[in-house]
C-alpha cells in the first residue's frame, strides 16, 4: 500500500509539471561591493574610524576593538557601521552602489594605518540563472590592515 501511494504522488508530480526546466526564481540582487578590512590575525585594540569616498562624497563610520571581553578574547563593541559584519580578525562592510574606484582611510587610535584607492573588480551575476533577469553588479575588495 505504502508503494503504491509513493507511486501515485510521483505520478501526480509529473503530470503536474513538477520543476520546469529553464523557469527562472524570484531571488533577488543589488548592485555593490563589499570591503574586507583583513588583520593577519586579529585586529589590535583601539578605536577605528572608517572613511570611503565616493565622488567627493565621504561616508563614515566606527567600531571599537578590545582585548578581551566577556568569555575571554578580542571581540569588536561599539560598531556603527551600516551593513558591516565583525569579527575579531576582519570588518566587512558593504555598500550599495558601484563606483569604478574609492578612496579608502582607516585610523586606529586616531592614526592613519590605511590610505588608499581600491578599484572594486566587478562581476555580473544573475542569480536566478545565466538567462534570468535580474543581473547586478557586485565585488569584493580586500585591504590588509596593519
Same mark, same amino acid.
Given at each position: ?14 503530470? +503536474? ?6 523557469? +527562472? $526564481? ?7 561591493? $563589499? ?6 590575525? =586579529? ?7 572608517? $572613511?570611503? $569616498? ?13 582585548? *578581551? ?19 575579531? =580578525?576582519? /570588518? ?32 555580473? @551575476? ?5 538567462? +534570468? ?5 557586485? *565585488?569584493? @575588495? *580586500?585591504?590588509? /590592515?596593519?
Amino acid at each position: 500500500m505504502r508503494l503504491a501511494a509513493i507511486l501515485v504522488m510521483t505520478s501526480l508530480t509529473a503530470s +503536474c509539471g513538477g520543476v520546469v526546466e529553464g523557469a +527562472c $526564481t524570484l531571488i533577488g540582487c543589488t548592485d555593490g561591493w $563589499t570591503l574586507r578590512l583583513q588583520a593577519a590575525e =586579529s585586529l589590535q585594540p583601539g578605536v577605528y574610524g572608517l $572613511t570611503t $569616498t565616493v565622488d567627493g562624497v565621504d561616508t563614515l563610520c566606527s567600531w571599537e576593538v578590545r582585548l *578581551a571581553c566577556d568569555g575571554g578574547g578580542a571581540c569588536i563593541v561599539d560598531g556603527d557601521c551600516a551593513n558591516a559584519v565583525y569579527t575579531p =580578525s576582519e /570588518v566587512a562592510v558593504s555598500f550599495e552602489n558601484s563606483p569604478d574606484s574609492v578612496d579608502v582611510a582607516l585610523t586606529r587610535g586616531g592614526l592613519r594605518v590605511v590610505n588608499e584607492t581600491v578599484v572594486p573588480p566587478y562581476k555580473t @551575476v544573475r542569480p536566478n540563472g545565466p538567462d +534570468c533577469e535580474p543581473e547586478c553588479r557586485q *565585488a569584493v @575588495v *580586500a585591504v590588509v /590592515v596593519p
